[in-house]
């Protein structure tokens, strides 16, 4: 099946520092997606993403659509503790089915 | 308020016993799924329904089984046969309308532990 390859797999960062993360695949998305997870939750929608070269901002998040459709990427400015968590990206081709990436956690020191 | 429920949170089980995992949404989405997540790990597929009355394998539908009878509700029974079924099982659901507020939205998850 389709595969997401997420990075990195994890962060150690200082209160305040910018993150960066992304997903590549071999395959064409026509849509993509970032989620957070806290523990012993649900992952929750952050950014939708659905054109080929969007960017779009949440907040202190901004997520870009790679212009070949292969890849995406979250951006996390001035970060602060309650950023902690996995951050999913996760994929669609068609119909309704999502592939996810491995998850990236994200551990911030204040 | 709108929503998707999972329960119960936590299931403890014996082995060789099946247990059933519930999940209802009142979204009015079309489309459910149920996901399994193992420590460390990203989210895998089991099964997902498109439409009531209909539902497709995912990649990891082996031992596990579904019914969606009603729009509302997609239950999740793991079989005996699901040969490590100790994991963290999230249910989600859609409707396709490429709006955020209509993807994949997850409950809260049922943490089940076979002993």
């Known amino acids: 099946g389709q595969q997401l390859n997420q990075s990195p797999q994890s962060m150690f960062i200082q209160e305040g520092e910018d993150v960066s993360m992304n997903c590549t695949s071999s395959?064409?998305?026509?849509?993509w997606l970032w989620y957070k997870q806290e523990p012993g939750e649900g992952p929750v929608l952050l950014i939708a993403?659905?054109?080929?070269?969007e960017l779009t901002s949440n907040g202190r998040l901004t997520a870009q659509f790679g212009i070949t459709r292969k890849d995406s990427f979250l951006n996390i400015s001035a970060s602060i503790p309650s950023d902690v968590g996995i951050y999913f990206c996760a994929g669609r081709t068609s119909g309704s089915r999502l592939t996810f990436g491995e998850g990236t956690q994200l551990t911030v020191n204040p | 308020d709108g929503g998707i429920t999972q329960s119960p949170k936590y299931l403890f089980r014996k082995e060789g016993q099946n247990v059933t995992l519930s999940c209802e949404q009142n979204l009015n989405h079309d489309a459910m799924y149920w996901y399994r997540q193992d420590p460390g790990q990203g989210l895998r597929l089991i099964y997902y329904s498109q439409i009531v009355n209909d539902f497709q394998k995912g990649d990891i539908a082996e031992g596990y089984s579904v019914s969606r009878e009603k729009k509302e509700s997609f239950p999740l029974t793991v079989t005996s046969a699901q040969k490590n079924p100790t994991a963290f099982y999230l249910c989600?659901?859609?409707?396709?309308?490429?709006?955020?507020?209509?993807?994949?939205?997850f409950g809260q998850g049922t943490r089940l532990t076979v002993v």
């Open positions: 993403l659905y054109k080929a070269g």
């Open positions: 989600a659901s859609s409707t396709d309308s490429r709006r955020p507020d209509t993807e994949a939205f």
């Open positions: 395959s064409i998305f026509n849509t």
